[in-house]
């Protein structure tokens, strides 16, 4: 299957600095790239879809100047948190779109990145 | 927006023991898919179906695509403790952008 990696796995930044989070699809190229939000012992929580070459759309309720996304490659996406707060600690997980056999839709994740703000 | 209704929310199972897990939906879905996601790590792709009825397997997991397209469900048989962890459906959401609804997952407890 297609691979997806995030980097770095683990960061603990003080509040408000920003940080940077990469995500890279590493054995294929993805014109669309998501990032989600995840709360312990909850599901997924879409964000933003990623474009390449073209703005990001973000969910209702997710501020886009908070989270900055940049898709500058056909491979790469990467989450920009500004001014990080303690509630901004999370998981975020990142993921590639990719078109199975016969054109059917598939969508690997990357390995998530743990966010602590102090 | 649609959801999808993912039943039971937990499951404690022993080792050995088959295990069913489903989705419903209000609405029709073209493709169906099951994630495990262990933890604090990503969801892993385990099963995708794409045509109503079919049945598909993965080593000792099994899916089926439901045939009114709007239900799905996960069977793992003979589990082991390394089937531990949050199993998720998810569909694509409509639109043109391929984004997924996801379930709110079901978590399996194996006891060794």
């Known amino acids: 299957g297609a691979v997806v990696s995030q980097h770095p796995s683990r960061v603990i930044c003080k509040s408000g600095t920003s940080v940077k989070i990469e995500c890279r699809s590493l054995?294929?190229?993805?014109?669309?790239m998501f990032w989600y939000r995840q709360f312990p012992k909850q599901s997924l929580m879409l964000m933003a879809t990623s474009n390449e070459g073209s703005k990001a759309t973000y969910e209702q309720g997710v501020e886009k100047d908070k989270f900055l996304i940049n898709h500058a490659s056909l491979t790469l996406s990467t989450l920009t948190v500004t001014s990080a707060h303690p509630e901004d600690s999370s998981f975020y997980i990142c993921s590639a779109h990719a078109f199975g056999q016969g054109g059917t839709y598939e969508q690997y994740f990357g390995p998530g990145t743990r966010l602590t703000v102090t | 927006g649609q959801q999808l209704n993912q039943s039971p929310q937990s499951m404690f199972i022993q080792e050995g023991e088959d295990v069913s897990m489903n989705c419903t939906s209000s609405?029709?879905?073209?493709?169906w898919l099951w994630y495990k996601q262990d933890p604090g790590e990503g969801p892993v792709l385990l099963i995708a179906l794409y045509k109503a009825g079919e049945l598909t397997s993965n080593g000792r997991l099994t899916a089926q695509f439901g045939i009114t397209r709007k239900d799905s469900f996960l069977n793992i048989s003979a589990s082991i403790p390394s089937d531990v962890g949050i199993y998720f459906c998810a569909g694509p959401s409509g639109g043109s952008n391929y984004k997924l609804t996801f379930g709110k997952g079901t978590l399996l407890t194996v006891n060794p």
């Open positions: 609405s029709i879905f073209n493709t």
């Open positions: 054995d294929f190229q993805a014109t669309t």
